[in-house]
């Protein structure tokens, strides 16, 4: 198999995931479709430019994160958009912590060994899309602008129409969750 056909094959499998990603963000299906079909289009069209300086994923996943943003701007003008809704789980939240902001005792997080070694199992990424998917919409779609799609926090907040500080406890929030998540499906497998 020659590189070019290896690249298709390569985009097919991770179709998948590239539809969850943008049907997280656009919350529409055929957007999600539409984004994802461009963005792979762009990754045939452009597959002389991939310089190999990142994973085949990863630079397709960068396509898709900018037909995301326009079809996130696109809703907004044609009054499509749906803002997000603010969270009313502060309890849970709030009982991982003491009175004096320290972690309870049974909140603590796990040691998750060398980060670099975990983020190389297959094992981790499929554990990590999994409770990706068990966030709630804003707090993943927060999340993903933020750490995986590397927009900064004003530009967050005003793609998504909110004020800062709700933007930062949507983050809190989500790495929270985030990192009980892995601990659970991930960490508790790997000592098992």
């Given at each position: 198999?020659?590189?070019?056909?290896d690249?298709?094959?390569?985009?097919?499998?991770?179709?998948p995931?590239?539809?969850?990603?943008?049907?997280?963000?656009?919350?529409?299906?055929?957007?999600?479709?539409?984004?994802?079909?461009?963005?792979?289009?762009?990754?045939?069209?452009?597959?002389?430019?991939?310089?190999?300086?990142?994973?085949?994923?990863?630079?397709?996943?960068?396509?898709?994160?900018?037909?995301?943003?326009?079809?996130?701007?696109?809703?907004?003008?044609?009054?499509?958009?749906?803002?997000?809704?603010?969270?009313?789980?502060?309890?849970?939240?709030?009982?991982?912590?003491?009175?004096?902001?320290?972690?309870?005792?049974?909140?603590r997080?796990?040691?998750?060994?060398?980060?670099?070694?975990?983020?190389?199992?297959?094992?981790?990424?499929?554990?990590?899309?999994?409770?990706?998917?068990?966030?709630?919409?804003?707090?993943?779609?927060?999340?993903?602008l933020?750490?995986?799609?590397?927009?900064?926090?004003?530009?967050?907040?005003r793609?998504?129409?909110?004020?800062e500080?709700?933007?930062?406890?949507?983050?809190?929030?989500?790495?929270?969750?985030?990192?009980?998540?892995?601990?659970?499906?991930?960490?508790?497998?790997?000592?098992?």
């Open positions: 198999m020659n590189e070019k056909e690249r298709l094959q390569r985009l097919t499998a991770v179709r995931r590239l539809v969850s990603f943008a049907l997280m963000h656009l919350r529409d299906r055929s957007q999600a479709e539409d984004a994802v079909q461009e963005a792979m289009m762009s990754a045939i069209e452009k597959n002389e430019s991939f310089a190999g300086r990142s994973g085949y994923e990863t630079w397709v996943f960068g396509i898709l994160k900018y037909k995301i943003l326009d079809a996130m701007r696109v809703q907004k003008r044609h009054r499509r958009w749906q803002p997000l809704e603010d969270e009313d789980d502060d309890d849970a939240i709030d009982r991982q912590f003491q009175q004096n902001g320290r972690w309870q005792e049974s909140a997080p796990s040691s998750w060994g060398e980060p670099e070694a975990a983020f190389e199992t297959e094992n981790f990424w499929q554990v990590f899309d999994a409770c990706m998917i068990a966030l709630p919409d804003n707090a993943a779609r927060v999340f993903s933020r750490e995986l799609m590397g927009l900064s926090t004003d530009d967050i907040c793609e998504l129409d909110i004020k500080n709700n933007c930062w406890v949507i983050l809190h929030r989500a790495r929270l969750r985030l990192r009980a998540c892995i601990e659970k499906g991930w960490l508790k497998e790997e000592t098992a």
